[in-house]
T-cell receptor, first 115, second 111 residues
Framework: DTGVSQNPRHKITKRGQNVTFRCDPI?????LYWYRQTLGQGPEFLTY????????KSRLLSDRFSAERPKGSFSTLEIQRTEQGDSAMYLC?????????????FGPGTRLTVL | QKEVEQNSGPLSVPEGAIASLNCTYS??????FFWYRQYSGKSPELIMS????GDKEDGRFTAQLNKASQYVSLLIRDSQPSDSATYLC???????????FGTGTSLTVIP
C-alpha cells in the first residue's frame, strides 16, 4: 500500500453516462497526476496538478474529461458522455519534489468498463 | 515517435539468472528515469529511479543510464519467480510536469 487511495475500484457504466473518480494522495505530496492505462500499454499521461493548480493537460485528452483538485488535497476526474473507448484503468499518482527529482507513487486504480 | 520505447518481450529467464531490460528515449530534455514493476491487474510499483549517468544499485536491482546514447536499462540479478511481471520504464523532464511511460516488458522467471 503506497498511501494513495482511489475510489471506486471498479465502475461499470452505460455508454453516454457520466462518471466521476476520486483520488486521495499521500498527505504531504503536493503533486498529483492522472493516467489512463489500457491492456498491453503503459500508463498514458492525462493531467497534472501542483497543489490546486492544473499545470499540464494532455493534448490528446478529449474535452469530455475534466479534473479538479479544489483544495490541493484530493482530486476528482470526471468523464462526461462515456464511450466504449473510455474503458480502461484510471490511475492516480502523487509525488513531491525532492532532491531535484519527482518520484511518483501510484494508487490501486479505478477500472472503468463502459457497456 | 514514442517518447519512451521498450521491447515488449516476452522475456524469459531461468531462476537465478540475470534478467536485462532495456529502454530508449527520444527526448533529450528527459532528466529523470524510473523503473516500475506491474503485476497483472495491479498498479505500477516503483523499483528504482536514476538521474545521473552510470549505474545505481539497490539490492538485486541495478539501473544504468547513458544520456549520450539515450538508453536506460535494468538488471535483475538472481531472478526469482516472484520477479515475473511487466516492467515499465518512465522518463521525466526536469521539473517533472509530465512522465512518459513505455509499453512495458513482460518478464517470466522460470523455476
Amino acid at each position: 500500500d503506497t498511501g494513495v487511495s482511489q475510489n471506486p475500484r471498479h465502475k461499470i457504466t452505460k455508454r453516454g453516462q457520466n462518471v466521476t473518480f476520486r483520488c486521495d494522495p499521500i498527505s504531504e505530496h503536493n503533486r498529483l497526476y492522472w493516467y489512463r492505462q489500457t491492456l498491453g500499454q503503459g500508463p498514458e499521461f492525462l493531467t497534472y496538478f501542483q497543489n490546486e493548480a492544473q499545470l499540464e493537460k494532455s493534448r490528446l485528452l478529449s474535452d469530455r474529461f475534466s479534473a479538479e483538485r479544489p483544495k490541493g488535497s484530493f482530486s476528482t476526474l470526471e468523464i462526461q458522455r462515456t464511450e466504449q473507448g473510455d474503458s480502461a484503468m484510471y490511475l492516480c499518482a502523487s509525488s513531491t519534489w525532492t532532491r531535484n527529482t519527482d518520484t511518483q507513487y501510484f494508487g490501486p486504480g479505478t477500472r472503468l468498463t463502459v457497456l | 515517435q514514442k517518447e519512451v520505447e521498450q521491447n515488449s518481450g516476452p522475456l524469459s529467464v531461468p531462476e537465478g539468472a540475470i534478467a536485462s531490460l532495456n529502454c530508449t528515449y527520444s527526448d533529450r530534455g528527459s532528466q529523470s528515469f524510473f523503473w516500475y514493476r506491474q503485476y497483472s491487474g495491479k498498479s505500477p510499483e516503483l523499483i528504482m529511479s536514476i538521474y545521473s549517468n552510470g549505474d545505481k544499485e539497490d539490492g538485486r536491482f541495478t539501473a544504468q543510464l547513458n544520456k549520450a546514447s539515450q538508453y536506460v536499462s535494468l538488471l535483475i540479478r538472481d531472478s526469482q519467480p516472484s520477479d515475473s511481471a511487466t516492467y515499465l520504464c518512465a522518463g521525466s523532464p526536469f521539473g517533472g510536469n509530465q512522465f512518459y511511460f513505455g509499453t512495458g516488458t513482460s518478464l517470466t522467471v522460470i523455476p
